[in-house]
């Protein structure tokens, strides 16, 4: 016999409503990274050169900028999923979890922004600052 009701076994959701969500995004994540990872890698390997001059080159084509902005935020957005469960999980100091939670997350939203950024400075030159 079950404690849960009919609604929450339906929905895969405990006691604290979140269910598997948080595992379900940090998979997806996963999932999306592995090819976008997989052609940054073989897209770099067919550069034959990576002097600045390639890579900035690749970089500005659209669909290679959309990818590589496409992987600083899956990326950004995995790791801080499981920056967030190692806090969860192995601070026990109530301040101090909420405190590294906060922090992590306006340290993966910096990183992502930078990244973003960046790219954007490399696709649009010298006309987006």
Request: with cysteine; charged share 10%; glycine share 10%.
């Amino acid at each position: 016999m079950s404690l849960r009701s009919p609604l929450g076994r339906v929905l895969g959701l405990g006691s604290a409503r979140e269910g598997v969500t948080h595992w379900w995004a940090q998979r997806v994540g996963a999932v999306a990274l592995v090819p976008l990872c997989l052609w940054l890698v073989l897209s770099l390997a067919a550069l034959g050169s990576l002097d600045h001059e390639a890579v900035v080159g690749f970089l500005r084509q659209p669909l290679n900028t959309l990818l590589a902005l496409l992987l600083v935020l899956a990326g950004a957005h995995h790791s801080y999923l499981g920056v967030e469960v190692v806090i969860e999980d192995y601070v026990h100091a109530p301040a101090a979890k909420i405190t590294g939670l906060v922090l992590s997350r306006l340290a993966h939203m910096l990183a992502a922004a930078a990244g973003v950024f960046a790219l954007l400075r490399i696709a649009f030159g010298n006309h987006f600052s």
